[in-house]
């Protein structure tokens, strides 16, 4: 069984930083593309950030320039670097990873940001 598991999120004021990571663990034999997703109160689950295997990177226009997603295949790990944070980037925070063809997420974590 694979299992997702996120930290890194908390509160933080306008213009910090946070540094989000998710490691997966259990039966791992393929690693494919990985990304993080957003959710905010009353709004739908949007891509923020998305890397592939071959580490091509794709980013929402809300995120470019500010986040930056990175992956270590060696720890099964992916991280999601968050700078110049503004108020509209609160949301909760999901990992998602295609792990031995599978599709699997994280349970979230919540960012919060003051302004």
């Known amino acids: 069984q694979v299992q997702l598991v996120e930290s890194g999120g908390g509160l933080v004021q306008a213009g910090g930083s946070l540094r989000l990571s998710c490691a997966a663990s259990g039966s791992i034999y393929s690693l494919n593309a990985m990304g993080w997703y957003r959710q905010a109160p009353g709004k739908q689950r949007e891509l923020v950030a998305a890397i592939t295997s071959g580490d091509n990177t794709n980013y929402a226009d809300s995120v470019k320039g500010r986040f930056t997603i990175s992956r270590d295949n060696a720890k099964n790990t992916v991280y999601l670097q968050m700078n110049s944070l503004k108020p509209e980037d609160t949301a909760v925070y999901y990992c998602?990873?295609?792990?031995?063809?599978?599709?699997?997420w994280g349970r979230g974590t919540q960012v919060t940001v003051s302004s």
């Open positions: 998602h990873q295609i792990i031995n063809g599978g599709s699997y």
